[in-house]
């Protein structure tokens, strides 16, 4: 991973967080196209880093299922409101301390494959990949909630 990956997925961070922390209308198109992007990218990223191994292989499916699991619980931590006519999300601190806690366990879990022999730079390569799962994962909570509130979403197409 060169330095520009890594500036970008600061800021790509940065921006998510920063965005939702304060409140924005759910969109459902870009509740969908943002994490497919990202994960897309991601996967082309980690393409770049080489072959994978079987021990990559395995680590890469642990991790994953981790970001996908903490997408998950992270989307059921919104919160829904109405604003303006529709129906806005915004972080609450619980959400801030899931993503805290899911950077903590992505290193933890980094050092733990690359420990039990998977290449560092495929398990560094992989940062954005698991990013987009994990905000896909998100979306996969939070969008049917907002159906389900009955308060105007916007599906811009």
Do not use: C
């Amino acid at each position: 991973m060169n330095i520009l990956q890594i500036v970008l997925i600061v800021a790509v961070a940065a921006l998510v967080i920063g965005k939702r922390l304060t409140g924005r209308p759910v969109d459902t198109r870009r509740s969908v196209v943002m994490p497919g992007v990202l994960a897309v990218y991601g996967f082309v990223i980690l393409q770049k880093s080489g072959t994978l191994t079987h021990t990559d292989q395995v680590w890469l499916g642990i991790q994953a299922g981790v970001s996908v699991a903490i997408g998950l619980i992270r989307g059921t931590s919104i919160h829904l409101y109405e604003r303006e006519g529709v129906l806005w999300a915004r972080y609450r601190p619980i959400t801030i301390l899931l993503w805290l806690g899911s950077f903590a366990l992505r290193f933890g879990l980094d050092a733990a494959a690359v420990g039990a022999g998977a290449g560092k730079s495929v398990m560094t390569s992989s940062t954005m990949l698991m990013f987009g799962l994990s905000l896909a994962a998100e979306s996969l909570i939070v969008v049917p909630r907002a159906h389900a509130s009955g308060i105007p979403v916007l599906a811009r197409s």
